[in-house]
């Protein structure tokens, strides 16, 4: 099949992908799926002209190391099989989906549309949900933190492509995207997930930094402009900024005066400290997913966590779940995973001279960074939204980074 027609076919399932994952309920998995299709119909049919770059071949290792350990601890304790592990296999399905991507890359003006769109939906559906319908916390009815992960990236992927089109002088094109992370920012923030909105800053300093130069005069009226979208969204009682505040300082406060142990936060750290205790028991290769569930019961009877956190799925911390789950070796085979694409994204944007691809690598290291953030107060890896929304823009950005090569060259 001709490359532009193969194209023409992977760009608007890209498209549809990104604005419908969270905008409609369990459309995750469909643009997937058939770019899944697509990928191993191309994989089997042009298999001899396919190269493989040392850095696609470190992602494979550590994404293969990564699936490995999670069959192997689910084998060795009797966990369903794919049940058990199922956005796992995510990852491993995002290999084929990169080597097809490398030969027929998305295109850059595709994904900023895709970015935008899907930030504007999702803004515009949180503010249906807050103000429309009355719900307390918008996207109550799929889950509103890994909803709100994903807004908040696509915020952040907005703010960054914005930038790079301003420095191009395509202004109407940064307008359109900095419009776009506008709403979706106001939609993130009504979903009161606050383990989301860390990264905010620590994204765009770092923005700031690199566009320091490039655009002087128009950072300091964007900042003012953010603040004022952040004081606002503060002082208006609806949107329910002070409220989620106000519970994070007497969460900590209740906590540790032990007067209510029973809150978000403080319902994290009893999960914290059941985990800590249950990774000395099988340090290993950790209890696997049905042992973990059991040991946390068995924990609330024994009186080592309160007993109605008997119930709890997750340990609402990705590393410390990894590790509880999998052991040591888990945790291990997860920081290399993180470790081959940030240091991947990291050495491409210092050492590419095009524009283009240094923007690209960019993205990548925010969405690194931005998943290591969210999964310090949640294991959104788990979850089967995130976790496709993850891998996807990671592969994504992978191959867009990379020359487009075959063994014929």
């Known amino acids: 099949m001709p490359i532009n027609r193969l194209s023409s076919i992977i760009n608007p399932f890209i498209f549809l992908f990104f604005i419908t994952v969270i905008t409609i ?36 290792v550590a994404a293969l190391a990564y699936y490995a350990v999670a069959l192997l601890v689910a084998l060795i304790n009797h966990d369903s099989i794919p049940h058990s592990f199922k956005a796992d296999h995510f990852l491993l399905l995002s290999i084929p989906l990169l080597l097809l991507f490398i030969q027929y890359r998305p295109n850059l003006k595709v994904l900023s549309v895709s970015f935008a769109t899907a930030a504007i939906f999702s803004g ?31 915020v952040l992927y ?13 202004i109407k094109t940064a307008i359109f995207l900095l419009t776009a992370a506008t709403i979706g920012l106001v939609g993130n923030i009504l979903t009161g997930s606050r383990g989301t ?6 994204a765009i300093l770092i923005l700031f930094g690199v566009y320091a130069k490039s655009l002087k005069k128009f950072l300091i009226p964007f900042s003012l402009f953010l603040i004022v979208i952040i004081i606002t969204s503060i002082f208006i009682p609806q ?23 029973r809150s978000s936060i ?12 249950a990774i000395q028991e099988k340090p290993i290769l950790g209890w696997g997913k049905q042992g973990m569930l059991n040991k946390r019961v068995q924990q609330a009877i024994n009186g080592t966590i309160p007993y109605y956190l008997k119930d709890y799925t997750h340990s609402h911390n990705q590393f410390i779940e990894q590790t509880y789950y999998r052991g040591f070796i888990g945790l291990f085979v997860l920081l290399l995973f993180i470790y081959t694409c940030l240091r991947y994204f990291i050495l491409r944007y210092k050492f590419l001279s095009d524009e283009d691809k240094k923007t690209i690598a960019l993205l990548g290291f925010i969405n ?15 979850g089967k939204e995130y976790a496709m929304f993850f891998y996807i823009s990671n592969i994504i950005f992978y191959a867009m980074t990379l020359p487009n090569k075959n063994k014929e060259d």
């Not at 719900?135 to 992960?149: D, H, K, L």
Request: aromatic content about 16%; proline content about 3%; charged content about 15%.
């Open 239 to 261: 949107t329910g900024i002070q409220k989620r505040y106000q519970e994070a300082i007497n969460n900590i406060t209740e906590y540790n005066n032990d007067i209510n142990k």
């Open 158 to 170: 907005c703010i960054t492509l914005g930038f790079y089109f301003l420095k191009q002088s395509k």
């Open 25 to 60: 309920k369990n459309a995750y998995y469909i643009a997937p799926l058939i770019l899944v299709l697509i990928a191993i119909v191309y994989l089997i049919t042009h298999y001899k002209t396919i190269y493989i770059d040392k850095s696609v071949k470190y992602y494979i």
């Open 266 to 277: 403080g319902n994290r750290l009893d999960l914290y400290k059941g985990a800590l205790y």
């Open 197 to 202: 909105w860390l990264i905010f800053p620590v």
């Open 368 to 382: 690194i960074l931005s998943m290591i953030s969210f999964n310090l107060s949640d294991a959104l890896l788990r």
């Open 124 to 154: 515009l559906l949180s503010i249906y949900n807050k103000f429309f319908l009355g719900i307390e916390r918008a996207f109550e009815e799929i889950n509103p933190i890994p909803v709100a992960a994903i807004i908040m990236i696509l």
